[in-house]
């Protein structure tokens, strides 16, 4: 997790903003806009501090711009503000749903016939499914043809391979990858089509959820897509993509290739933006073993994706001075910890004057860097357990599964979520071991200061 305080000094939001080479420097007329929970206001809301780190000054104006762009109204120059709050996390869009008749969506699927029939029975939309190599192709374009979707056979390639024959087979001008085991709700796509309307965004996600604790679950909270963020990529099991954005899969990769995908997109100028007010439902496998050998498999992209990204993917991410503050807690050093925390806080202070907001901050990324150190413990599996024997170190390991718990209020008790949650980050961590040793690199095992975001 990035620490706001190494994100600071400041950053101006008077109305400019860095955008790519597709990108308008403005968001869309009549969009209204919801500020994130976590952006502060100081100073009688002339400087913003979103969740990402990002201090925006606004000028005289600005805090009247704010207020018509969460009311969907402004000038241009409200809606190039528009843009920079977009860009810097501090608010979030809320578009209205577009008709989705310029959508084609593809299906790929392997046998599977049941999971493909409840999920073109969800679908009202052109379809197009692809057959990678499924044992009974008649069964699978029997399926296909009774709800009416279109259908291609190819030789078993994998997911990237089938995406990319239907590329090849696209005329409209937006493609909606959905995986066969994944149920969307109706109106779906007219919602999320509604982002593609700003000229912007490449991609956007809906929330894919499934079972007590899918790994595909992304959290309740919407977010612009950026390595180092929040949410750092998004699936393909449910992704829309505008077509001048997007990019043949790499079929290199088994595993991972979504999260490739999505960061050469992002590399490529565009945003992609993750939107969870859409939930699309996606069948989990049904026994404890089948869901932890998922797990692993993910895990073995780990290492791949890191010889493409090598600036991008870090399991652990240490800040300095959040880190010296746990490390000294971990150590029973508390005044030292104290006297750290004291020290950050005057810095940041010095760009923020506002101190209780600044008290704020820097206990956030204490915590995120403890949260954060307890995910990675628990990649360890039993060597992590074992390591976490200490009360502090413990209260470290299960504190991410509980607080998730407690921000996603599943069906399952908090004490089999964090048992699930636990075993399913181990046989991931055994997947990244394996796939570093399959891929003669340690890239992956590495702690960072900070992620390349771009």
Known sequence: MASPCDLLPVTDGTGTSQVGPHLSDAIPFGWPLELDPRTRRMHDDRVLLSPTGRLLRLGPQGPRAVQDLLAGRGAAAALRLGRTLLDAGAAHPQPPAHPADDVTVVVPVKDRTAELEQCLRALDADVLVVDDGSDDPAAVEAVARRHGASYVH????????????????????FVAFLDSDCIPPAGWLESLRGHLVDPAVGAVAPRVIGGPRSPLDLGPRPAVVRPGGAVAYVPTAALLVRRTALMPFD????????????????????????????????????????????????????????????ERLAHLVLPPWPTAVVALLLARRPVLAAVVAGWSTARLDRHLDDLPSSVRVVAASAGGTAIGLGRALALLGPVGWLLARDRRAAAILVAPPLLEWL?????????RFTASTLLGQAAYGAGVLVGCVRQRTVVPLLPRRGVAAR
């Open 251 to 310: 079929e290199g990769l088994r595993y991972g290739e979504d999260v490739d995908l999505v960061w050469r997109m992002l590399d490529a100028g565009w945003q992609v933006r993750y939107d969870p007010a859409v939930v699309v439902e996606h069948a989990e496998p049904r026994t404890l073993t089948a869901r932890l050998t998922r797990r692993f498999r993910y895990g073995t992209a780990a290492a791949p994706l890191s010889r493409r990204h090598p």
């Open 407 to 415: 921000e996603r209020r599943p069906a399952t008790d908090p004490v």
């Open 154 to 173: 190819r030789p078993n390639g994998g997911p990237a391979a089938a995406r990319n024959t239907a590329m090849a087979l696209l005329r409209k001008d």
